[in-house]
């Protein structure tokens, strides 16, 4: 079983570490209870983008459980950007791979991680008929009880409404997920390719699960926690409160930075929910330049 492990970093040299110290950690455990002939080998290729904190050097001192790819950035790719250089590089030795497994570098993993995978990709083979892109279910850093990331099941597409599994000891087929644990196989990949070009930061994971979903291809949740990662996006009142304090310029220059762009947003919406987007459109425009007004209906609705 051999598996392109795919991350990237900017300055944040002890969590990287940790990651994949843990990635080492849950490799031994798996081999070491399976027969030679089930065990995985992986390759990880890391993104070092623009780094200034010595992070290549403390994976290059980390990681001697697997061959290390370090691919330069120039501090300018952020997360989608990151993650489809990586995945490209891989994509070079494409029929070497069994599958594809993209992680976040501030996740930490759990023991479980493989025996997690490869049950649920074994759900999906058996209830579905074919392979799923699978995603491990995250926790808090010190409450294993926790959820923090996983996937949603979509109530109304109009709206947008969803509702985020927990995990129930079996795994769930949802119709959106996060990357901070995902398994792609490699069949998925000749079938619907990488993360979408259009997305410089934030968005390419949900986009990447909705457009599987859309080819019948099933997304399935880890039975249990198989990794460990704080929620750091912060509340919808921590939101409001930073956007109303904000000077029109500054509200302006926030929704240009790609960590938060509304240009990206329409995008992905355009993308996967089209009749959404007059209605989506007016939102932002009114969070904006109007604030209060926008978080004073929210609250209503």
Known sequence: MNIAVLLTCHNRRAKTENCLVSLGRALDAFNGSHNEN???????????????????????DTVE????????GDGNLYWAGGMRYCWREAMKRHHEWNYYLLINDDTEMMKNLFDELFYAQSYSRNQFGQEGIVSGITCAMDD??????????????????????????????CDQTNANILL???????CIGIFY????????????????????????????????????HGT????????????????????????????????????????????????RMMNLYLPKLYYRINRIR
């Not at 995985?40 to 290059?60: M, R």
Request: overall charge positive.
């Open 38 to 60: 089930e065990r995985v080998t992986l390759e990880i290729y890391l993104v070092d983008d623009g780094c200034t904190d010595e992070t290549t050097k403390a994976a290059h």
């Open 65 to 72: 459980y697997a061959p290390l790819h370090i691919l330069k």
């Open 144 to 173: 294993a009880t926790k959820l923090t990331y996983g996937g949603d099941v979509i109530i109304n597409r109009f709206l947008s409404t969803k509702r985020r599994l927990s995990p129930n000891g079996k795994p769930q087929l």
């Open 184 to 190: 792609v196989p490699k069949s998925i990949v000749d």
């Open 197 to 232: 070009d259009g997305y410089t930061h934030g968005f390419a994971d949900s986009d990447y699960s909705r457009m599987a979903r859309r080819k019948d291809i099933p997304i399935v949740l880890t039975a249990n926690f198989c990794g460990r990662c704080e929620q750091d």
């Open 236 to 283: 919808e009142t921590e939101l409001a409160h930073k956007l109303i304090g904000m000077s029109l310029k500054q509200r302006r220059a926030y929704f240009r930075n790609p960590l938060h762009s509304n240009k990206e947003y329409f995008r992905y919406i355009r993308r996967n929910s089209p009749i959404r987007l007059p209605l989506v459109w007016l939102g």
